[in-house]
């Protein structure tokens, strides 16, 4: 699998925005662990997640 050089949010690895999938391909993580990795950082009140997360969809553009 080719390491994608840019960051889009993804079409495929979608569930709300398709920013937990735009890491994981980035990255070349399973989508998986970037979704446990949000869903860690919503636990203590939302704040943690939800900010980064409403910050990188709207900075990164979706995929074509």
């Given at each position: 699998m080719a390491m994608?050089?840019?960051?889009?949010?993804?079409?495929?690895n979608r569930v709300i925005a398709?920013?937990?999938?735009?890491?994981a391909e980035r990255f070349g993580w399973p989508?998986?662990?970037?979704?446990?990795l949000?869903?860690?950082l919503l636990l203590p009140g939302g704040f943690p997640g939800l900010i980064p997360y409403l910050f990188f969809w709207i900075v990164i553009p979706s995929e074509s």
């Open positions: 994608n050089r840019g960051l889009y949010r993804s079409r495929s398709g920013v937990a999938g735009a890491l989508v998986w662990i970037v979704r446990l949000w869903l860690l």
